[in-house]
């Protein structure tokens, strides 16, 4: 299981880190752009995204989505190491005309707020967000990475976030990735 967990993230990491570099040889098409109004690439992740918080999803602004676009989707993770990648949030079938997704979305498999969209889950958790808690003391590198999909994914919500990651990295046309870290604080008895 570990080896084809390693396998599979070297595959995505391949695919996803060639897909935002493809077809924008031509300096006056706009690049597929994401930001957040909660942090930025390079920032540190605020603690009311993870478990020393109110563990909500961030927000995210969506521009310049290339065509033809069908669907846009997230997947989160941290840097666990070589072996080790955990997705802590997988959403998919965000309607392309998304310009917005707001922080805080409820833990549920659909949702019909988001035209529909679907989130995975980490079983025995629900669906949906997973705040990350990593090892606590040292940084880790959490990386939320938005997908322009060329399908919609016929995929149910709650499915587990592996075959979710997967179905989303074969449906890739272009993504854009923020990168942040975050360390959780060591318990100290004062």
């Known amino acids: 299981m570990r080896r084809r967990h390693f396998v599979q993230t070297l595959g995505v990491s391949a695919l996803v880190g060639s897909a935002g570099c493809t077809g924008q040889s031509d300096d006056t098409t706009s690049a597929f752009e994401v930001s957040s109004p909660a942090f930025s690439s ?3 992740l605020p603690a009311q995204f993870t478990c020393d918080g109110d563990g909500v999803s961030p927000p995210f602004v969506i521009e310049r989505v290339p065509e033809p676009t069908a669907a846009l ?3 989160a993770e941290y840097d666990g190491g070589v072996f080790s990648q955990p997705v802590f949030w997988t959403l998919w079938n965000v309607p392309p005309e998304t310009e917005r997704i707001p922080a805080g979305l409820p833990r549920e498999p659909t949702l019909d707020t988001l035209g529909g969209a ?3 889950t980490q079983p025995p958790n629900e669906p949906g967000y997973e705040p990350p808690c990593p090892p606590a003391g040292q940084p880790y590198e959490h990386r939320f990475q938005v997908y322009a999909l060329g399908e919609e994914l016929s995929i149910e919500g709650g ?3 592996e075959p979710a990651t ?3 990295a074969n449906a890739l046309i272009a993504s854009a990735r923020l990168t942040v870290d975050y360390t959780h604080p060591v318990e100290t008895d004062s």
Do not use: H, L, N, S
Request: net charge negative; glycine share 14%.
């Open 42 to 44: 390079g920032d540190e």
């Open 159 to 161: 499915t587990e976030q």
């Open 166 to 168: 997967e179905a989303i």
């Open 118 to 120: 679907r989130q995975g």
């Open 73 to 75: 989707a997230i997947t």
